[in-house]
């Protein structure tokens, strides 16, 4: 008789919230970075204003809480549901989430922007403009391991709140605050926070500033967020060029457009791999292989040269600034080694977030620097070419401004030596007239002694 007893599969569930907390606080993403998950969920939820509020113990000069808020007309649709559809939850999947035209990508940002920043954090929305409800969590209860895992991620308190409540709490007629309060050390040790709040987000929502009002506020004193220095609508046409380039992500090669727009001269270029050097192509294989389909993905990257801007714009150093649809994720730091080089500036602007992985971009929405992909070597490749371009643009540039200021320097010459002549010819003329006055005053003493 077979007595084996069947064998049984062990359930694995899911981790403790007290490891995904660590975890989430090692993950590098920072204050600007968190903030920055805080903000693009209230532009994805199409916030035309937003504030940013800290509040400073007058009694010990300590910053005390932090809050986002937004006038999003939605509000927090998940936060009364169960699950996965919980805007709380970590394996939460908005339906947006793919949309390219949403900055969000992975669900978990607002999650982790908290855990990073604050122990207690609590969110205030009144969705659809009539159910007003607050949520808050204790991040040390959910890292107790005496809490069994599967409630280890629930929140300490939910109600429904009254619209008379949710007015003291937010200070929108609609929308969503995020509070943080008992803050970490990442963050309470900050000296001049407002103004690390404000540039961070000046530079990395630059288009965003010019539609969307931005506001960070200490103990109720705020300052407007204001567009900052475009400095690619400052450079003259002469001194840009456009690359267009088509990525193809299955086959992972890439065409590449380059207009120098100076005289509109036009180069077609073939990349593949991460060691090939370009490969020059003529137009007819660069149409064929730019034809738009799902595989195919467009960047549009923009090189200019600051040099001849009025005032100097420092740190250019050749780098590549990487924008999806106006949010900026990062820069591939590649430094110039001339004094030409720092003025050398670029953009890229892509619109589909298939490109990320290819791009070298982080679930954080920044830049690994360390990683390469044939998509960045095509990018990076295109960076060294302009920067040549550049460099021989400046010396035309300067070969030119020498023949133009040699040309001035000999009209003057011309001038100064035309007038020499001119003065020269009047003194000879006025020593043949006092020479003529001499031969006639002999003349008339000549007749009268006659």
């Not at 999650?111 to 204790?138: G, P, Q, R």
Request: glycine share 6%.
């Amino acid at each position: 008789m077979n007595t084996t007893k069947p064998k049984l599969h062990p359930l694995i569930g899911a981790p403790h919230c007290r490891s995904l907390i660590n975890n989430t606080r090692k993950s590098g993403l920072g204050v600007a970075g968190s903030i920055n998950e805080l903000v693009d969920n209230s532009i994805s939820g199409g916030a035309t204003r937003i504030q940013i509020d800290i509040t400073i113990k007058a009694s010990d000069n300590v910053i005390s809480s932090l809050a986002v808020s937004d006038n999003c007309t939605s509000g927090m649709t998940g936060i009364n549901k169960k699950g996965t559809d919980n805007s709380f939850n970590f394996g939460h999947i908005a339906p947006h989430q793919t949309d390219d035209k949403v900055i969000n990508q992975n669900g978990i940002g607002l999650k982790t922007a908290c855990l990073i920043l604050c122990d207690n954090f609590s969110a205030v929305t009144c969705v659809n403009h009539d159910e007003c409800s607050k949520m808050s969590f204790d991040a040390d209860k959910m890292s107790d391991l005496n809490t069994p895992a599967d409630l280890s991620y629930q929140c300490e308190d939910y109600s429904e709140i009254s619209p008379q409540k949710y007015a003291k709490e937010h200070p929108f007629a609609q929308g969503t605050t995020i509070l943080m309060e008992k803050l970490r050390p990442i963050i309470s040790d900050q000296d001049n926070l407002g103004d690390i709040i404000s540039n961070n987000i000046k530079n990395t929502y630059p288009e965003h500033t010019n539609t969307i009002d931005i506001q960070v506020g200490i103990n109720g004193s705020y300052t407007k967020i204001n567009c900052p220095r475009d400095v690619f609508a400052e450079v003259e046409d002469k001194h840009g060029y456009s690359t267009t380039i088509y990525y193809n992500l299955h086959t992972r090669d890439s065409v590449i457009k380059i207009k120098r727009i100076d005289d509109m001269q036009i180069t077609y270029w073939y990349s593949t791999g991460i060691r090939n050097k370009l490969q020059k192509i003529r137009k007819e294989s660069y149409e064929n292989q730019s034809k738009k389909s799902d595989e195919t993905k467009c960047i549009i990257m923009t090189s200019i040269s600051t040099y001849y801007l009025p005032e100097a714009v420092n740190n250019c150093n050749n780098r590549v600034d990487l924008y999806m649809n106006g949010r900026k994720l990062g820069s591939y730091e590649n430094n110039a080694n001339d004094s030409w080089g720092t003025h050398v500036l670029h953009k890229v602007e892509f619109d589909s977030k298939k490109l990320h992985d290819d791009l070298c971009i982080t679930p954080n929405k920044t830049v690994n620097n360390h990683m390469n992909t044939p998509l960045k070597h095509s990018i990076t490749s295109c960076q060294q070419k302009m920067l040549g371009e550049h460099f021989l643009s400046r010396k035309k540039a300067e070969k030119k401004a020498k023949d133009e200021a040699d040309a001035t320097a000999n009209t003057a010459e011309e001038e100064e030596e035309k007038k020499d002549v001119e003065e020269s010819g009047e003194e000879e003329e006025e020593v043949v007239e006092e020479e003529e006055e001499v031969v006639e005053e002999e003349e008339e003493v000549v007749e009268e002694e006659e």
